[in-house]
């Protein structure tokens, strides 16, 4: 199943808009229903105004509806597979379980998997607002 995600991941790192850094980015996720989302990074001049491509797969799956995932892939243009950054980390802990494996790819096929929860130990969520 993981085929689909690493197909639609790559299709859309394609259309990432970088002229900055020309370093693409793009993510796939797969919610609960099935339904797969999908996002590429976006730059902009103004630096910390861009959107990272987990970030936009993330707002496509909530503008759908949707507001857990049971999976991720995050492939780049890079030697070696790219972690989500720090800020992206806590987005995909917001709306998958520990569990969810996320899978970082290289163009050239190498891949890392590694559980959510081993991405963003200790993360900050919902039982920490219970008062």
């Known amino acids: 199943m993981t085929d689909d995600l690493r197909q ?10 970088v002229p900055y850094s020309n370093f693409k980015v793009g993510a796939a996720l797969r919610g609960k229903s099935g339904a797969i989302y999908v996002g590429c990074n976006v730059e902009n001049v103004a630096y910390p105004e861009g959107t990272c491509a ?3 797969a993330i707002a ?6 949707e507001t857990e995932f049971t999976e991720a892939y995050v492939i780049a243009g890079s030697p070696m597979p790219v972690t989500p950054c720090g800020g992206c980390r806590q987005k995909l802990a917001e709306f998958g379980k520990g569990d969810v494996r996320v899978t970082m790819a290289t163009l050239s096929g190498a891949e890392e998997v590694m559980a959510l929860s081993e991405l963003l130990p200790g993360a900050f969520g919902r039982a920490h607002m219970e008062g």
């Open 8 to 17: 639609k991941a790559s299709a859309v790192q394609a259309n990432a808009y």
């Open 54 to 56: 987990e970030a936009g």
């Open 60 to 65: 496509a799956m909530v503008a759908a509806g």
